[in-house]
């Protein structure tokens, strides 16, 4: 079985900063991208950032230059750095991963619990 596991969120002032991570556990095969989700309240959820198995990241236009993505292929583990923090920010996030479990080589999109992020002051 595969878990994903995030944290991280909380309540943070504009201006602020704060630092997700997210773990995968299990039986994985490959992991091709790990990143998160988010959907605040009334919205559709978003894609916010990937990093994809080579390194490469993407970022919603709303995050670029404030939020970064990092990947830890050892530990089957993503952060995501948050800075300049601002109201409409303020979402649930949802950790997910693109991978394959042991004895498929199909990849399933798994889905951490969700972490709130508040922004105000």
């Known amino acids: 079985q595969v878990q994903l596991v995030d944290s991280g969120g909380g309540l943070v002032q504009p201006g602020g900063s704060l630092r997700l991570s997210c773990a995968a556990s299990g039986r994985i095969f490959r992991i091709d991208a790990m990143g998160w989700y988010r959907q605040a309240p009334g919205k559709e959820r978003e894609l916010v950032a990937a990093?994809?198995?080579?390194?490469?990241?993407s970022y919603a236009d709303s995050v670029k230059g404030r939020f970064t993505i990092s990947r830890d292929n050892a530990k089957n583990m993503v952060t995501m750095q948050m800075n300049s923090l601002k109201p409409e920010d303020t979402a649930v996030y949802y950790c997910f991963a693109d991978l394959a479990p042991t004895g498929s080589s199909r990849p399933k999109k798994y889905w951490g619990q969700g972490t709130q992020v508040t922004v105000s002051s």
């Open positions: 990093i994809f198995s080579g390194g490469i990241t």
